[in-house]
Each structure stands twice: as C-alpha cells, then as structure tokens.
C-alpha cells in the first residue's frame, strides 16, 4: 500500500472518530506531513506538524527533556515517545506520530546503524514506541518511514478504541 492510501485511510479513521492529529518529525522532515495533506479535506483533523531535526527543537519546541538526548540519544525510543507527547501537548491534538531514526547513507553505527528508526504514537493520554529496520536508499527509509507511521497509527486507532 503505497502513502496516499494509507492517508486516506488514517484521514477516514480521524474523520470517523471525531480526532485531530500532529506530527513530529527528525528524519522524514516533513513527509509525513506531506502525506498527510495530499488527502483532500485533511483540514479536518490535521493540525500540523514540528520538523525536529536538530536536537535544540526537540529540546525547547518539544520538550524533550535534555537527560533523555544526553543518555539515549536523538534516535531511541525515549527520545521518539517524548517528541510524540511533546507535540501532542503542543497542538492539543487527539493523537500524534512521530519519527526519529538514521536514514542515511551515512551516521550510522553498529549499535544504530542506517535503517533504524523509532515512530512513537501518542493517542489520548498514552503512548507506544515501535522499533523499525528498514532498508533500502535514503529516499526509501524515508518513505517506508512515513508508511509506517500512519500504519501504526491507522491500526491503533481501529484496534484500541
């Protein structure tokens, strides 16, 4: 399923559920977004996003705490649930996604290497962080990354509530 179906499909679950989304965003920078809006009518339940490349923006717009990027790191599952509630809080949004994770071709390590990514997904007032390994070019981490997302989120959203 390619990224217009599955924001038809999350925008058909907003609608339906009466919801309102945000997103945070490190290593798509704006694709999920993007996404998003390609769905006519998206106004309806999107209310914006924060490009959170920089560590200084997930610090001071998003509020993740500093201890959190000193110790785990920008590209971890703590950085990614508190950049999901940070923009959550930010928007007052129902539920929010975000994304952190190392697209590259390079910045890789053996302990993060290119391909790893976290999406946290924030809805009401609880949160998941799931662990992906994509691979493929920069351009498809990317895209598989905004995918994923919305995926997530379409399925909590039906499953859950």
């Not at 945000?22 to 996003?49: K, M, N, P, R, W």
């Not at 649930?81 to 928007?91: F, I, S, T």
């Not at 070019?137 to 598989?144: F, L, N, P, V, Y």
């Amino acid at each position: 399923m390619n990224a217009d179906n599955f924001s038809k499909r999350l925008g058909t679950v907003l609608r339906k559920k009466r919801m309102t989304l945000a997103v945070a965003e490190s290593c798509t920078g704006g694709l999920i977004g993007g996404a998003v809006t390609e769905t006519a009518g998206a106004s309806d339940y999107f209310l914006g996003g924060v490009i959170a490349y920089d560590n200084s923006i997930k610090e001071e717009v998003l509020k993740v705490p500093r201890m959190t990027l000193e110790k785990y790191g920008a590209v971890s599952g703590q950085t990614v649930a508190a950049m999901a509630c940070g923009v959550q809080k930010l928007a007052k949004a129902d539920c929010a996604i975000a994304v952190t994770g190392i697209a590259g071709p390079g910045g890789g390590t053996k302990q993060k290497p290119v391909g790893l990514v976290y999406i946290g997904i924030a809805v009401k007032n609880s949160s998941e962080v799931f662990e992906c390994r994509f691979k493929g070019t920069r351009k498809q981490i990317r895209e598989k990354t905004v995918r994923e997302g919305m995926r997530r989120l379409v399925r909590r959203l039906v499953e859950k509530l």
